[in-house]
């Protein structure tokens, strides 16, 4: 037996279902916000992450997919949606649209991390981003879109935590004041964040080791450091999703780990599954779109994690709703009986009512025992004494409460059923 590659997974039909519902409910709720779908290829240049994501991610350095092809160009297989999206609007002269241009995705990526609860090798990530404008409200319309498709799905316990990273300007006078502050402390941090240190020290305000949290406990905010620019920018942020009534935290150790940020950055972060508590995670990327290649259009976006979403839907016990399942099995008792059966559910399906039968000779025993697995909520039974007379006996499976319905009704019976 071959089995899926380590940190890969099925989706199997008993799950399925839950996955259509997710993205049926992304894409009616980004519909509401005005946003459009957009599909961009598995995989890229491996220069659009490098250049996009940032050599001095962890994601870059050390989890992308990446090959020389049979032509000999390096190819990456995408670790996240943002860059390629933004390849997109550049190559594509999106930019030429109406602006702010609003989309989402959903995609899988490709990370090559230690798979754990959470956290895969191919995962998925629903996510929008919305290019061409530096307003603050449309940063707060990414977390208000946000938060409506977690209400929407009845996804409750998530903290937001928001935060500034400010801009090219005022980020280089907050990291030397954070590296003056570590510098002392510097052997006491993990052998990661002593490589952040002069590469990325940002990234160290994240890190989940507990010497490392010890000490940027009391590091210095950026908070205090940012320009009056961003500040009020920030302010303003703040203020909208104040008025939208969306609950939130100001947590300055919400750094992110992608290079692109500038300004409002957010996660959702879950308590109930696990080390990888991080539902959702986004921000904006005023420099992303011109470090492709393009004219300087700002932008903002965030991404979630469906796997993680669909981690902490079961631990909080969400229902979700399994609209495929089969409504009515016609189980027929002979050959002559089986045609019947046949146009019978063909004709039912025309009409929306999801309709099964017997393609395996089974006997009516076994037929309902079928009907029984796969959850058919009525079963219709056609014998010859039925054929004859041009009726139906339509059984409940949840109470055994049976009806007789004439054969040329059944839809409408089923349609009000
Ligand atoms: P990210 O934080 O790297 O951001 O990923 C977003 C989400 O993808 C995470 O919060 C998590 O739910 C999920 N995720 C990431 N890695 C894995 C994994 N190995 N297994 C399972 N789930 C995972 C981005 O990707 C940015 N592009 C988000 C963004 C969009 N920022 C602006 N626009």
Redesign the pocket.
């Known amino acids: 037996m071959i089995n899926a590659p380590k940190g890969t997974k099925d989706l199997l039909p008993a799950e399925s279902y839950k996955w259509q519902y997710i993205e049926n409910t992304a894409r009616e709720v980004a519909k509401n916000f005005g946003i459009s779908e957009i599909r961009t290829p598995t995989f890229e240049h491996t220069e659009v992450f490098l250049r996009g994501v940032g050599e001095g991610t962890d994601i870059v350095n050390k989890e992308m997919y990446t090959f020389l092809d049979k032509g000999g160009r390096s190819i990456t297989l995408k670790p ?3 860059a390629g999206v933004a390849r997109a609007f550049v190559e594509n002269g999106l930019f030429n649209s109406a602006l702010p241009v609003k989309l989402f995705y959903i995609t899988q990526c490709f ?1 090559y ?1 230690r798979p754990q609860a ?3 090798r191919e ?1 998925h ?1 629903f ?1 929008i ?1 919305f290019l061409g404008s530096k307003e603050a409200n449309i940063d707060a319309e990414a977390i208000v879109f946000a938060k409506t498709f977690f209400d929407k799905l009845k996804v409750t316990g998530l903290s937001l935590y928001i935060n500034s990273i400010g801009c090219k300007e005022c980020r280089g006078k907050y990291e030397d004041a954070l590296k003056s502050y570590l510098k002392a402390n510097i052997d006491k941090l993990c052998p990661l964040c002593r490589e952040r240190f002069d590469k990325n020290p940002l990234r160290i305000l994240d890190c989940k080791n507990e010497d490392c949290k010890k000490i940027t406990d009391n590091a210095p905010s950026i908070i205090d450091y940012i320009c009056e620019d961003c500040s009020t920018h920030f302010e303003k942020v703040k203020k909208l999703l104040d008025l939208s009534g969306v609950e939130y935290k100001v947590n300055p150790k919400i750094v ?3 290079d692109y940020y500038t300004k409002t950055v957010f996660e959702f972060v879950s308590e109930n599954i696990g080390a990888q508590g ?6 904006r ?1 005023d420099g992303l779109v011109e470090q492709l290649g393009g004219a300087s259009v700002p932008g903002i ?5 469906i ?2 979403l669909l981690l902490l839907m079961s631990s909080i016990g969400v229902e979700i709703p399994n609209d495929g399942k089969v409504k009515i099995y016609v189980a027929p008792m002979g050959e002559k009986e089986a045609e019947v059966a046949f146009t019978l559910v063909n004709g039912m399906r025309v009409k929306g009512i999801v309709a099964e039968t017997d393609h395996m000779q089974r006997g009516i025993k076994a037929q309902f025992k079928y009907a029984d697995k796969i959850g058919a909520e009525y079963v219709a039974v056609i014998g010859s004494s039925e054929l004859a007379e041009g009726k139906v006996k339509v059984k409940k499976m949840a109470d055994g409460s049976e009806e007789t319905v004439a054969i040329t009704d059944l839809v409408e019976y089923m349609l009000k059923a």
């Open positions: 996240e949606g943002t990370r991390e959470g956290r895969l995962f990530q996510g981003e992110r780990g992608l991080t539902v959702c995670g986004g921000g990327y976006g965030f991404a979630l994690g796997e993680r």
